[in-house]
């Protein structure tokens, strides 16, 4: 054995020393029983004590020392970090209205904190407090729509059991709710919390409902599961965002100017790029939404060209077209340069 493995071997076995001793050990136990000296004990201490709560003990003048937690405990604590960053998911989740998901989040954060004991809450506090009150989650612009927290519970019941749910749903061009039976296929969280199903008894394609726009949600009598070969993943994939029409190869073209900047950017989960002599990229992907990735694109505006297909570029001068509605009538002002809009902002 190498001297450096013999070093980590004497330090593993006092962490295990530590852990199991009943009474704690002092400094020069600890060394008797590794065969070091004092010193070196004192060394090896020190360094368990920064990753272990490291109990100090005072007997008869003497200070003894322990590992009061399973080693098991010590790797399944969470830390001053992870607890802040569940904080910040739960708070931006409440600001945004996804109160049905902030709700389930905030229990699991309640169930955290209330498994740490006094000295863990202790050490964690100052840390937590700190980490929480300077970070957040970002709340982005973005519909305002309330979910009953039963409904997400109703629907991850019927899924746990292999039955279908069934509500009461309403569209804006159909305000009067009418009755769903539907086999739910997957719940998909984001702005908007939408359950993926399909009606049993019919060979259509899952559809999305907002469950928002649901009421009175309950199990079904009606025994309904996705297959066992769904792959909510590739369905998702299938389409830009929530729009599902027929799938499109989707080829966009980044002058060099712009391609670092592309490289750097998921347009879609299955994109495939090619570095262009020029220094430029060519990035391509097959989608439907082409309403939605048309209204993304915007936000590349003078950064990219759409090379096909016809649809997306039809699709993209209808929305340019709508957009040009939002300007004042008979607006004469000039249009800013990139570079101009760039030092504007």
């Known amino acids: 054995m190498t001297e ?13 020393a530590l852990s199991e001793t009943t009474d704690g050990l002092t400094l020069d136990e600890m060394a008797e029983r590794l065969g070091v000296n004092r010193r070196t004990a004192e060394r090896m201490r020190d360094i368990i004590s920064r990753h272990f709560d490291l109990d100090e003990v005072v007997d008869d003048r003497r200070k003894r020392f322990l590992i009061r937690d399973s080693l098991r405990r010590v790797y399944t604590r969470p830390t001053a970090a992870e607890v802040a960053a569940l904080q910040a998911e739960v708070d931006g989740r409440t600001l ?14 309640a169930k955290v904190k209330a498994a740490l004991d006094d000295r863990e809450k202790r050490r964690l506090d100052p840390d937590l407090e700190a980490l929480a009150r300077l970070q957040r989650t970002m709340v982005t612009a ?19 059991c292999g039955r279908c749910v069934e509500f009461h749903y309403a569209t804006y061009e159909r305000p009067k709710p009418r009755w769903r039976r539907v086999i739910p296929y997957g719940l998909v969280h984001g702005p908007l919390t939408y359950l993926v199903g399909k009606m049993p008894g019919r060979d259509d394609q899952p559809v999305y409902f907002r469950l928002d726009r649901m009421s009175e949600a309950m199990l079904s009598d009606t025994i309904g599961c996705a297959p066992n070969d769904w792959d909510i993943d590739a369905w998702l994939a299938d389409s830009f965002a929530v729009w599902r029409d027929e799938k499109q190869d989707v080829v966009l073209r980044v002058p060099r100017s712009s391609a670092d900047r592309a490289r750097h950017w998921r347009f879609h989960p299955r994109q495939q790029t090619e570095d262009l002599a020029d220094g430029g990229l060519r990035v391509r992907f097959a989608t439907g939404g082409m309403r939605e990735l048309a209204e993304h694109l915007f936000s590349w ?45």
Not at 4 to 16: E, G, N, S, Y
């Open 96 to 109: 945004a209205g996804q109160n049905a998901h902030a709700e389930q989040l905030g229990s699991l954060l």
């Open 142 to 160: 973005g519909p305002i729509a309330a979910v009953a927290p039963e409904a997400v519970t109703t629907i991850q019941s019927a899924i746990l």
């Open 301 to 345: 505006g003078g950064e990219l060209v759409i090379e096909g297909p016809d649809m997306l570029v039809a699709v993209m001068r209808e929305r340019i077209s709508v957009a040009t509605t939002m300007l004042p009538t008979g607006d004469m002002r000039p249009v800013l340069s990139q570079d101009a809009a760039t030092d504007a902002a």
């Open 4 to 16: 450096r493995m013999a070093k980590l071997d004497r330090l593993l076995a006092l962490v295990h």
